[in-house]
C-alpha cells in the first residue's frame, strides 16, 4: 500500500537527518535504503551543508556514515546524478551541482515527504486544471468532447463495479488538458494531476467510499463537462476550481496519516 511506504519512508527520513546540527545518522531499517540514502544525501544539498561545485563524499566514507552498503550509496548516487543534484568528473569523483535538482520537478517526493504541504501541490493542480479547463472551452471540438463523455461513462461504470473509478477519473482530466491543443500543458497537467489523485485516492479510499463523495464527483464532472461543451471558459474554470477544492486534502488528514 502506497500509504504504508508513505509512513515508512517519513518515518526513516525523519530518522536520517538532525536539522540542527546535520549530523547523517545511520539507517537502520532495511526497506526503501536506497530511497532513504538518497533523500538523506539530498537534504545535504538542499540544506546547503554540501554546496555547489563542493566533492561528495567517497562512495566509501557515505557507505560508512550511512551504515549501508557501497551498492547502495551507489544507487543513491545515481540518483541524485538523474535528478541533477550532483554530477561526476572522470577521475575526480562527485561534485555538487551548480543549480541543484533543476533537472526534476519531482511531485511524488513533494507529497511524501512533507504531506502536510500536500495542499499545496493541490493547488498548483487546481490552477492549472482551470486554465486547461477555460482553454478546453475556448478550443474544444467534437472529438474532444466525445472523450470526455466516454470517461465519464467509464467512472460510472468502474465504480458500478465497486472500485473508486481511478484510472476512469484520471483519462477524464487528461481528456480536458488534451482538448487545449496545447500537448506540454496537457502533459504537465497529467504529470500533476496523475500524482496527486494516486495519493488522495489511496489515502481516502474509505472516506470516499462511506461519505458519497462518489456522487458528488460524478455531479462535478457534469458540470465541467457542460461549462466546456457551452463553450463558457469562466464556468469551466469554476467548475474545476470546485471540483478539486472539494477533493483537496484537508491539511489535518495529512497528520493522521502520518
Ligand atoms: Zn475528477
Redesign the pocket.
Given at each position: 500500500m502506497l500509504s504504508d511506504n508513505l509512513t515508512n519512508c517519513i518515518y526513516i527520513t525523519s530518522m536520517l537527518i538532525d536539522s540542527e546540527t546535520n549530523v547523517i545518522t545511520p539507517i537502520s531499517r532495511r526497506p526503501l535504503l536506497s530511497v532513504a540514502a538518497t533523500d538523506a544525501l539530498r537534504a545535504k544539498i538542499e540544506s546547503a551543508a554540501w554546496v555547489p561545485g563542493a566533492r561528495v563524499p567517497t562512495e566509501k566514507d557515505l557507505s560508512a556514515q550511512l551504515n549501508v552498503s557501497r551498492a547502495t550509496v551507489r544507487e543513491a548516487l545515481t540518483r541524485l546524478k538523474h535528478e541533477g543534484y550532483i554530477y561526476s568528473v572522470q577521475g575526480k569523483g562527485a561534485f555538487v551541482a551548480d543549480q541543484p535538482g533543476m533537472n526534476s520537478f519531482r511531485v511524488d517526493q513533494l507529497l511524501s515527504e512533507n504531506p502536510i504541504d500536500s495542499a499545496h501541490i493541490f493547488e498548483l493542480r487546481s490552477l492549472i486544471e482551470q486554465n486547461c479547463a477555460a482553454l478546453a472551452a475556448e478550443r474544444r471540438t467534437a472529438a474532444d468532447l466525445r472523450e470526455m463523455k466516454r470517461a465519464m461513462k467509464k467512472?460510472a461504470g468502474e465504480q458500478k463495479n465497486g472500485g473508486l473509478g481511478l484510472e476512469a477519473?484520471i483519462a477524464?482530466?487528461r481528456s480536458i488538458a488534451n482538448a487545449t491543443g496545447n500537448p506540454i500543458l496537457a502533459r504537465f497537467a497529467d504529470f500533476v494531476g496523475k500524482h496527486t489523485?494516486e495519493y488522495l485516492q489511496v489515502v481516502r479510499l474509505s472516506a470516499l467510499k462511506s461519505a458519497h463523495r462518489l456522487d458528488d464527483?460524478e455531479r462535478?464532472?457534469g458540470d465541467?463537462i457542460d461549462a466546456i461543451e457551452l463553450r463558457k471558459p469562466e464556468a469551466a474554470r469554476k467548475a474545476v476550481s470546485r471540483?478539486?477544492a472539494n477533493?483537496a486534502p484537508h491539511p489535518d488528514l495529512a497528520r493522521v496519516v502520518i
Open positions: 467512472i477519473d477524464f482530466h489523485r464527483i462535478e464532472h465541467i471540483h478539486l477533493g
